[in-house]
């Protein structure tokens, strides 16, 4: 397969962020990540070919392709579009292959649901606090499977797998991947599934599109409750992923930290309304046409914001850290209260380093607006962190040093070439 290693021999570049250069023109957003990932992984469920088109090209989507080829699938990449053919499938995905990345577990669900058992190892990835799988396992259970967790692997396994209703409730509001993986192995269940509590992120949506182009039937996807007709078998399909909105919102926002303007294309506007939202009430103009937005400044001065991460539609959690870098350049007291993952702040410290003026009261950051960043060398600690980093470089005096570039890698496909593009001055180098 082409690519599938790709960018680990660039995992340990450092990105160089000369500071203070205006960006201004367009570039082209691509394919979601968080919808390519359960999509890759949902086609295991059948023998036949599946084509998926606008798969990024990142670590994340190549480490999935990886275990899916472990698993026993045959992988063809050419540019983005990928071709998955499990004729047949192993139920086991072992430590060494999914310890990089916590959305291995998402092969658990069509795992179970095409073999009536799976054993993952606990997932690994990023370091934004406990990460639990109690939810997805529940769901599982409630199909009907049982659960076993021993030596670091989840198992589970069911002689059959009957229709059910699931509650995804959790203390943290709905569950992503949770409500991917139990849709994932409902579809081949017998009989209705409703799931209760369900996640509606456009992610979700993409997937129950592609499940249900395979012969699956969903209703409900993008609300709280999703109803699976189980069926008893899936076919191949073909289907192109949506547009990657977070990778959009963090271009509104390096448009929005230091642009004259800028267009982003191939988009889909509605995905990010909580963002545009935001930035329009900071005092950004906004512009949106039907699959391109565009940011610039407003003439006026930017103001604090007052914001609250929550499940969509309300303001992403991935956009938190790069919203902090914003707001630390904009004027007046500004604050930002993590509901969905309370621990992700990694960020600030080094944010600080660079001058801002930042300090945490619970879950909530209070952001004072500083009036300038100085570059800094800085380390990376998740994805969304270090997009966050790079943008508050973009603004900063002199050069910002961004280490640990493999997070980057993870998730942005070719972030400093698109910065490039928009006139940034950044360049990636060897450490
Ligand atoms: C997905 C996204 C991630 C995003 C997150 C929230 C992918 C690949 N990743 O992650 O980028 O930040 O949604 O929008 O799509 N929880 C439990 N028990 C569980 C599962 C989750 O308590 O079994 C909690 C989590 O700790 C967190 C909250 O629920 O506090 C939401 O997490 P969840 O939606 O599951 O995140 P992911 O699906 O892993």
Known sequence: MQGALGSSSRSMDKILVHGGYPLSGSIKISGSKNSALPIIAASLLTRDPCVLHRVPDLSDTNYMLQILMHLGAEVERASGTVTVKAEKVESIAPYEIVRKMRASVCVLGPLLGRCKEATVSLPGGCVIGDRPIDLHLKGFQSLGAAVRVENGNVKVFAPKLTGAIVSLRGKFGPTVLGTDNVMMAA???????????????????????????????????????????????????????????????????????????????????GHVASVTTALTEAGYKVVTTENSISVSPNGSVPKALELVTEPYPGFPTDMQAQMCALLSTTEGISTITENVFPQRYMHLAELKRMGAQVQIEGATAIIQGVERLYGAPVMASDLRASAALVLAGLKADGVTEVRRVYHIDRGYEHLDEKLSELGAHIERVKE
Do not use: S, W
């Open 187 to 269: 579809v081949l269940a017998e009989g209705t599934t409703v799931i209760e509590g369900a996640a509606a992120e456009p992610e979700v949506c993409d997937l129950a599109d592609f499940l249900n182009k395979m012969g699956a039937k969903i209703e409900g996807a993008g609300t709280r409750r999703i109803i699976i007709e189980g069926v008893h078998e899936l076919h191949g399909a073909e289907h192109h992923i949506i547009p990657d909105r977070i990778e959009t919102g963090t271009f509104l926002v390096a448009g929005a930290i230091c642009g004259k303007g800028i267009t982003l294309n191939r988009v889909c506007p």
